[in-house]
């Protein structure tokens, strides 16, 4: 297979970038990264030097370039012959497809007031009203998933599956910005940070 080359911003904020870059991970396929320092003061030439959208992340597949998060964590699930990323049951992926598409498309508050920040903690935050509804869905949307779909595992559908990698970004903003979470959502987001590649991330966003 020709080598796979992703695109990613700066780790400790690009959450978009960690999503594809889990789905490598755990998939095992050997990747080359290339990061873009999202705090450079050329970061705007940089981006377009970069992607043809001018943002990050984009996977690049001998000719092929796929610069879409969602749209590269499917096609590595095309790739990861060795390994269903997404749930096997049919109506189990739907589901996880729906709200693998909730997040790629949703919660604007929570991404505005709660950006991602793995270089640091921000013990005792209040979250804004305007960004309770979206904390408050992210959590409904993981007990029922656990609910119908965990059993026999750790994660949303029981073994990991891209839609676990969606949610990799906010597991880190809750972790990191102490949101107060039930039994069920504090279990899932321990089962995610105790994952190597979520491990790694962290450690390399220094």
């Keep these: 297979m ?21 789905a490598l991970k755990i998939a095992g396929l050997p990747f080359d990264e290339r990061i873009v320092d999202l ?9 377009a030097a ?30 990861a012959c060795a390994q269903a990323l997404w749930p096997e049951n049919r109506g189990a992926r739907a589901v996880a497809r729906a709200i693998s598409a909730e997040m790629h498309s949703g919660f604007p508050a929570m991404r505005k007031h709660l950006s991602m920040n793995c270089k640091e903690d921000f013990p005792g935050f209040v979250p804004p009203d305007e960004a309770l509804p979206d904390i408050a869905r ?12 965990g ?12 839609a676990d990698a969606m949610y990799a970004p906010v ?7 102490d949101v107060k979470l039930d039994p069920v959502c504090e ?8 994952l ?3 491990q790694q991330w962290k450690a390399e966003s220094f």
Excluded at 50 to 66: C, E, N, Q, R, Y
Excluded at 140 to 149: G, S
Excluded at 152 to 161: A, E, P, V
């Design 2 to 22: 020709q080598q796979l080359t992703l695109v990613i911003g700066s780790k400790y904020t690009s959450s978009w970038s960690l999503r594809p870059w889990m």
């Design 39 to 47: 705090d450079s003061p050329d970061r705007k030439a940089l981006l």
């Design 50 to 79: 970069a992607s043809p959208s001018a943002k990050v992340p984009m996977l690049i597949h001998g000719d092929l370039k796929i610069w879409d998060s969602l749209a590269i964590c499917e096609y590595v699930g095309e790739l």
């Design 138 to 149: 992210v959590q409904q949307i993981w007990r029922e998933a656990r609910a119908t779909y």
């Design 151 to 162: 059993v026999g595992g750790d994660f949303l559908f029981g073994r990991w599956s891209l």
């Design 171 to 177: 597991v880190f903003r809750f972790k990191g910005y």
């Design 187 to 194: 279990a899932y987001c321990q089962a995610m940070l105790a």
């Design 196 to 198: 190597p590649a979520m």
